[in-house]
């Protein structure tokens, strides 16, 4: 991946079509993947010209009675280049497993999608290097390496306004390129991502001081401004 990679993860925001249009517009930037809630996808596809769109989740069969699902099949349908799989809110709130990440992964990747694998720690004082290698070494599998995005989100920093130290965050980078060298042939080659709660003032050091190569970005990514300014930040490096 040569330039940084910035994708905002809008959760489950915002509450209108308008409003997503608009936010939308604030992101249009070559390298921005903008991610918002399913209802939405469409209407941000036809706005937008030069970012590039991608699902917060999707299920892991492409077709059949799974109600309330979500098949990759439909987000290629819908121009999706990317989808996020295994964040933590899905872990913790609707008991993703990694192995159910695996197989998310592995139809993402069938789907010719992009798939970015979220990974962290649980406990900021535990060091967490455990949990960070399980999740990623059994979410990503026998699968190629190279063709998916890690993002590096510790627990402790999503949506708290406590962003993790830069250098505390390099350390972990560095633990995970190990991770994916040891582990996967090429597996250097994989594009690793910082997240939680990056903002105008502290994105461009997470790229340039600890050398991630791209930013997960949350509640910034939904102001306008602030994700104007993160945009600009990081592409002037
Ligand atoms: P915040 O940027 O709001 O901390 O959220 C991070 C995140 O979970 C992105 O996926």
Sequence with gaps: MENPLIVANWKMNPQTTEEAKTIALSSDRKGVVICPPFAFIKSV???????????????????????????????????????????SE????????????????????KEGLTPILCIGEMKKDTGGMDDIKEQLVEGVGDLQVKKIIIAYEPIFAIGTNLPC???????????????????YSKGEQAAVLYGGSVNSKNASSYIKKAGFQGLLVGGASLKIKEMKKIIENVYSL
């Excluded at 130290?165 to 582990?183: T, Y």
């Design 45 to 87: 596809k036809e706005r937008v010209k030069k970012a590039e769109i991608g699902a917060q989740n999707c299920f892991s069969e492409k077709k059949g009675a799974f109600t309330g699902e979500t098949s990759p099949v439909m987000l290629k349908k819908l121009g999706c280049r990317y989808v996020i799989i295994g964040h």
């Design 90 to 109: 899905r872990r913790e709130y609707f008991g993703e497993n990694n192995n159910l990440i695996n197989k998310k992964i592995k139809v993402v990747l």
């Design 165 to 183: 130290d830069v250098e505390e965050a390099e350390k972990k980078k560095v633990f995970i390129k190990n991770v994916l060298a040891k582990n």
